[in-house]
């Protein structure tokens, strides 16, 4: 079993649409939640965090965080092509420091 | 207000030579971390250094080390290079912090390309 699972991809969804990305992990103790975007040929770019159970929202973006099913969510409102990119999600045993791991990440397209 | 900065921005290098890497933080981030990142994955992480110190360290081999200088920025060296050595290599910035709320966010440079031939 991989440490952090992401829906395989890729997702396509239409401009406007919500798109969902969805994330498990195996380790029951990390505690910090990520969400990174990563543009084709390019580096990733930290778009949400969450530590506690329950939402956060950032503008068209929401985190979700269920610790006691090790699931994590990111869900973007009103989808633009700007959007498309490589989605990764990242957990953290610490709150304040400490490696990173990834998943492999989901392919996200918004068509026009 | 400089973000990471990671040099140079690609390498061709062949099997057993030897590479470094650099990396500068964030200003007011006193963490780096190394991850290597293969076409088509997600980062793995290699070390942390802070406090001039390897803090964690991945499952990677002795032929990658590195090191944190005293302001903070951060050099990584791959010995006896092999063909799967090959990768965008990543440096991303913290800063460690025992306050509430708690911190953790790592913040990435732009990645050195590296190709083994």
């Known amino acids: 079993q991989k440490e952090v699972e992401q829906n395989s991809g890729p997702l396509s969804v239409p401009e406007g649409a919500i798109a969902s990305l969805n994330c498990t992990y195996s380790d029951r103790g990390s505690q910090s939640f990520f969400w990174y975007r990563q543009y084709s040929g390019k580096s990733p770019e930290l778009i949400m965090f969450?530590?506690?159970?329950g939402d956060k929202e950032d503008g068209r973006f929401t985190a979700q965080l269920n610790k006691a099913s090790q699931y994590v969510s990111l869900l973007i409102r009103d989808s633009q092509p700007s959007d498309s990119a490589t989605y990764l999600c990242?957990?953290?045993?610490?709150?304040?420091?400490?490696?990173?791991?990834f998943g492999q990440g989901t392919i996200l397209t918004v068509h026009p | 207000d400089a973000g990471v900065t990671q040099s140079p921005t690609h390498l061709i290098k062949t099997r057993g030579q030897q590479v470094t890497l650099r990396c500068s933080p964030k200003?007011?981030?006193?963490?780096v971390s190394w991850y290597q990142q293969a076409l088509g994955q997600g980062p793995q992480f290699i070390f942390q250094y802070y406090e001039e110190e390897e803090r964690q360290r991945g499952n990677f081999p002795d032929r990658f080390s590195g090191h944190q200088f005293p302001n903070y920025s951060s050099e990584l060296n791959v010995n006896a290079l092999l063909l799967g050595d090959s990768a965008l290599y990543l440096c991303?910035?913290?800063?460690?912090?025992?306050?509430?709320?708690?911190?953790?966010?790592?913040?990435f440079g732009p990645g050195t390309r590296l190709t083994v031939l």
């Open positions: 969450i530590y506690s159970n």
């Open positions: 990242a957990v953290q045993r610490g709150t304040s420091y400490g490696k990173l791991t």
């Open positions: 200003s007011g981030h006193d963490t």
């Open positions: 991303a910035s913290s800063a460690t912090s025992y306050g509430i709320p708690p911190t953790g966010e790592q913040f």
